[in-house]
């Protein structure tokens, strides 16, 4: 398990799931847990708090790339989930690739403050100042 991903955990998913992924996260045969709740969620498990809706109309890579650096991301993230697990990339390159796909994934750019997700669902920014 990455810096990010476990500090993704501890701030934005609910706490009554927080053990249980952190457990899926860090043992490589369990991480499917974690990636398959991602793409198709039972219920809401992201603290809503911290939840920013990105109207449809911004759901694109040109719109998030300087909407997450306004916010305070750099140039390299940490993907996680689905296909693009546990990856260091460009914020660029990783939306690119994922970015309506709706596959479950999550683009931490500052560990614990900062994040994209998108899966079947939903396209959202997690902040948290």
Known sequence: MNLHEQAFVEAFIHPDRRERFLAALA??????????????????????????????????????????????????????GNHIDGQQMKLEDALGELVGYRTGTIVSCLPG??????????RVILHKP
């Open 27 to 80: 043992n490589p045969k369990k991480r499917t847990i974690f990636n398959r709740e991602l793409h198709h969620p039972k219920s809401s498990f992201l603290l809503p708090k911290y939840i920013e809706r990105i109207v449809p109309s911004q759901h694109h890579t040109r719109f998030l790339a300087p909407k997450l650096r306004s916010m305070g991301a750099t140039d390299e993230c940490w993907v996680f």
């Open 113 to 122: 403050r900062l994040a994209f997700f998108e899966n079947e669902d939903e």
